[in-house]
């Protein structure tokens, strides 16, 4: 599994993106991969790293 932290979080549409040192790129997730209550801005997490159409994409997102 992959670290990172939450570097950006809309709630509203219920996606963000995690900054991680291992992807090139901010990761994104979707809620529905995490379960539970919201994240927030620069809580810690734990998450696999797939690749999606538009770039990396976090699954089975785990909170620290």
Do not use: W
Request: hydrophobic share 35%.
């Amino acid at each position: 599994m992959a670290n990172g932290n939450v570097d950006f979080f809309n709630d509203t549409g219920g996606y963000g993106f995690i900054s991680t040192d291992d992807a090139d790129d901010d990761v994104f997730f979707h809620m529905e991969d995490v379960g539970g209550p919201d994240l927030e801005e620069g809580q810690d997490i734990e998450f696999d790293i797939e690749q999606a159409p538009k770039g990396p994409r976090a699954t089975n997102v785990v909170r620290n």
